[in-house]
């Protein structure tokens, strides 16, 4: 694994979460040192798809790293961009054990949320065309079994 040290997560209550001790991932070209007591949501999914991808999960890692990448970001002195800080969570969650179809929806989310924040929305049309097929596909999949579920439920009863 490439990390060296943590992250150890404590919950402080209402969906967030402090490191403890430090985290240091350390990548192929990358060294992310982050700072004891870094405040995180993890994944920061709405509500409404946590039964899909929940914010915690074998990503969460990959969460620490990217909220860390953001919050630098929004001061104006992050190492990455926002598309790479994006990139760098996909990838941080595939190192991490997370399958193909999730990290990849988790990665349309990030995409969308840059859309919506003025520091991390540079770049954002590079990746649209990506964006928009991933969440077609995925709202097409959605449909598709909701369907499913409700013609099985009127089959048995």
């Given at each position: 694994m490439p990390f060296a040290t943590g992250p150890v997560?404590?919950?402080?209550?209402?969906?967030q979460y402090r490191t403890v001790g430090p985290t240091v991932y350390v990548g192929k070209d990358d060294l992310f040192q982050i700072e004891a007591d870094f405040p995180t949501d993890l994944?920061?999914?709405?509500?409404?798809?946590?039964?899909?991808?929940?914010?915690?999960g074998v990503?969460?890692?990959?969460?620490?790293?990217?909220?860390?990448?953001c919050v630098h970001l929004?001061?104006?002195?992050?190492?990455?961009s926002a598309r790479d800080a994006d990139g760098i969570f996909r990838r941080i969650?595939?190192?991490?054990?997370?399958?193909?179809?999730?990290?990849?929806?988790?990665?349309?989310?990030?995409?969308?949320?840059?859309?919506f924040n003025p520091a991390r929305r540079a770049g954002w049309w590079k990746d649209a065309p990506a964006?928009?097929?991933?969440?077609?596909?995925?709202?097409?999949?959605?449909?598709?079994?909701?369907y499913g579920l409700h013609e099985l439920i009127n089959w048995i009863f």
């Open positions: 997560l404590m919950y402080v209550g209402g969906g994944a920061s999914v709405p509500r409404l798809f946590w039964a899909l991808l929940p914010p915690s990503y969460e890692r990959a969460a620490v790293v990217h909220d860390w990448l929004a001061k104006g002195d992050c190492v990455a969650a595939k190192e991490g054990g997370t399958g193909l179809l999730t990290r990849w929806a988790l990665w349309a989310g990030v995409r969308w949320g840059a859309l964006v928009l097929a991933l969440t077609l596909l995925g709202l097409a999949v959605l449909v598709g079994v909701v």
